[in-house]
């Protein structure tokens, strides 16, 4: 059994071999989820596959969703290419149970996955048709706590932090700087509400992801770069809000042992790969069954 969407067509094997699948239309949730997008995650890492993409997946199976997750990555841009690409966005959640068993979770409710390089123009342009459409309701992040600074140890700002600052949002390269140029194209497109939600485990993770994002809209503005009324779009929280949403859980590297179980059963996707940025990356997440929201 290999991890895709033509494998899975083969559902009494799956199931056989123990393994829980997607109970809703993965083809219709796809299909309404690039027209009507609703939730795009930026963090396409071990602890967003293992914990929100399994959230929405039991929403989906009950009924109470109709759309799915987009995921884009915006640091290590080989996850999606080794990773989401080559198994149709699907990945597989190994529960570690107290009892030591394991839960197989083949997870679907993932049905797009981009890379947020502003170099990639058909990933990028994507990105700006998902940020513009009146559908989006909510970006979250698992980015870590380094991902939301704009400053170094010694309190300067980053060298590419600094160029954005003087070229504004059509040649944004920064992590935040790329999110405030697409959150600038919402704003260009009547100002569109939506809800920017840290997931990350660090203290005031909303208030961190706010004065980034507030730090470019007013070093922008300030300098000419964008259209008035930008930063008190960005400030208004009627129309953007930055909440505070903390998720953790225990989401190791890929397990040995968890690899010969997985072997054992059938399942025949379970090599890791290791991107050139050191993130290492396998079609399957062995997770703990702990987890807190």
């Given at each position: 059994?290999?991890?895709?969407?033509?494998?899975?067509?083969?559902?009494?094997?799956?199931?056989?071999?123990?393994?829980?699948?997607?109970?809703?239309?993965?083809?219709?949730?796809?299909?309404?989820?690039?027209?009507?997008?609703?939730?795009?995650?930026?963090?396409?890492?071990?602890?967003?596959?293992?914990?929100?993409?399994?959230?929405?997946q039991k929403l989906l199976n009950e009924g109470h969703m109709k759309t799915g997750l987009i995921v884009a990555e915006g640091y290590d841009y080989e996850i999606i290419d080794k990773m989401y690409a080559p198994h149709d966005n699907l990945s597989l959640l190994v529960t570690l149970k107290a009892n030591g068993t394991i839960e197989k979770n083949v997870i679907g409710s993932i049905v797009e996955s981009l890379q947020m390089d502003e170099n990639n123009e058909k990933d990028f342009g994507r990105l700006k048709e998902i940020f513009t459409a009146k559908s989006l309701q909510m970006v979250s992040f698992t980015i870590t706590e380094k991902g939301y600074s704009l400053k170094n140890a010694a309190g300067e700002y980053l060298g590419n932090v600094t160029e954005d600052f003087k070229n504004g949002p059509s040649k944004a390269s920064s992590y935040i700087g790329k999110l405030s140029a697409l959150m600038y194209e919402r704003f260009l497109n009547g100002e569109l509400p939506v809800a920017l939600v840290s997931m990350d485990n660090c203290s005031h993770?909303?208030?961190?992801?706010?004065?980034?994002?507030?730090?470019?809209?007013?070093?922008?503005?300030?300098?000419?770069?964008?259209?008035?009324?930008?930063?008190?779009?960005?400030?208004?929280?009627?129309?953007?809000?930055?909440?505070?949403?903390?998720?953790?859980?225990?989401?190791?590297r890929p397990d040995d042992s968890v690899k010969k179980m997985l072997t054992d059963a059938g399942f025949e996707d379970v090599e890791a790969a290791v991107t050139s940025k050191k993130t290492f990356v396998a079609p399957f997440v062995n997770a703990e069954e702990s987890q807190y929201l």
């Amino acid at each position: 059994m290999k991890l895709n969407a033509k494998e899975l067509e083969n559902k009494k094997a799956w199931e056989e071999a123990g393994f829980v699948l997607p109970e809703f239309d993965r083809e219709a949730v796809t299909k309404a989820t690039k027209e009507n997008p609703q939730w795009i995650h930026l963090g396409a890492g071990n602890i967003f596959r293992a914990f929100p993409a399994a959230v929405l997946q039991k929403l989906l199976n009950e009924g109470h969703m109709k759309t799915g997750l987009i995921v884009a990555e915006g640091y290590d841009y080989e996850i999606i290419d080794k990773m989401y690409a080559p198994h149709d966005n699907l990945s597989l959640l190994v529960t570690l149970k107290a009892n030591g068993t394991i839960e197989k979770n083949v997870i679907g409710s993932i049905v797009e996955s981009l890379q947020m390089d502003e170099n990639n123009e058909k990933d990028f342009g994507r990105l700006k048709e998902i940020f513009t459409a009146k559908s989006l309701q909510m970006v979250s992040f698992t980015i870590t706590e380094k991902g939301y600074s704009l400053k170094n140890a010694a309190g300067e700002y980053l060298g590419n932090v600094t160029e954005d600052f003087k070229n504004g949002p059509s040649k944004a390269s920064s992590y935040i700087g790329k999110l405030s140029a697409l959150m600038y194209e919402r704003f260009l497109n009547g100002e569109l509400p939506v809800a920017l939600v840290s997931m990350d485990n660090c203290s005031h993770n909303g208030t961190k992801l706010y004065e980034a994002v507030n730090e470019f809209a007013s070093k922008w503005e300030d300098n000419g770069l964008v259209k008035a009324g930008f930063k008190a779009y960005i400030n208004d929280s009627d129309k953007v809000s930055f909440t505070w949403s903390m998720i953790d859980k225990i989401t190791p590297r890929p397990d040995d042992s968890v690899k010969k179980m997985l072997t054992d059963a059938g399942f025949e996707d379970v090599e890791a790969a290791v991107t050139s940025k050191k993130t290492f990356v396998a079609p399957f997440v062995n997770a703990e069954e702990s987890q807190y929201l």
